[in-house]
């Protein structure tokens, strides 16, 4: 982006939250270590949020980098999966910015597991189906986590939202990615890739008032996930996320970029510095 253009106000916003099993959180960490980082209830869950990020362009643009996980779960499976609140809490979120759901141009999907798709859809109502609550929205998503969605493995498909991608599909909107930019977005966001966590995942870079910030997603979900073994139970291959997360931390060390985090519970963004180990620890937090 040109220095002398205009940056966007970017704002962290909660989704609902979770509380979800520390074990599966932290893959083969033990818990000895991971509680120093998490405190685990008596069911052994820790607290989780879902974060989305709202970029207000001065153009006029409103665009939402996720969703969080929503509210579209029945009581049932949201007992089950940890959701806390039975609201639509990004909703509210964006009530507090000024903004309904109809003032958003553009949903940026780092993937569409229900954690951070959800948030597209509305409020859970008995005998309801489904239905999206951006009614004006482009959706930019990579293609290869498209795929993904639509043809999931015996492993991730309780992680996808049965008939999410006919809903959006049907909208004429999605835009399904193949390089670094889109071309509903425009050159001032650049996607970093992953496919550690699942094939596709498209991590956003862009220009704020203090610097760049880059949308981890699962790659780096909360500030623990900076050490570069800690992976999760839910990465499809553990050992290509280390890899990844180490070219990738080297990268935004180096040039001093934020990372905005979906899931850590109490910060929306960190700053990180490699020491001569080549460990990564958390410099600067907000």
Known sequence: MPADEALPTITALRGNSQRLDGGAMFGNAPKDMWQRWATPDEHNRIPLATRALLVQEPSGRNVLIETGIGAFFSPDRRERYGVVESHHVLLDELEAAGLTPADIDVVVLSHLHFDHAGGLLAAWQPDTPLTLVFDNAAFVVSEGAWARAIA???????????????????????????????????????????????????????????????????????????????????????ELVVTE??????????????????????????????????????????
């Open 152 to 238: 999931p493995t015996a492993r991730d498909r309780a992680s996808f939202v049965d008939g999410l991608t006919d809903l959006l599909w049907d909208t004429g909107r999605v835009e399904l990615v193949t390089g670094d930019h889109s071309a509903t977005l425009g050159d001032a966001y650049r996607f970093h890739r992953s496919d550690g966590h699942t094939p596709g995942l498209l991590l956003t870079e862009l220009n704020g008032d203090d610097g760049p910030i880059v949308f981890t997603s699962d790659l780096v979900p909360a500030r623990p996930w900076v050490h570069l073994p800690i992976t999760m139970g839910y990465d499809r291959f553990p």
């Open 245 to 286: 997360k180490t070219a990738l931390l080297a990268d935004l060390a180096a040039r001093n970029v934020w990372l905005a985090f979906p899931h850590d519970h109490d910060v929306a963004m960190a700053r990180i510095a490699a020491d001569e180990r080549g460990s990564y620890t958390v410099t600067e937090q907000r």
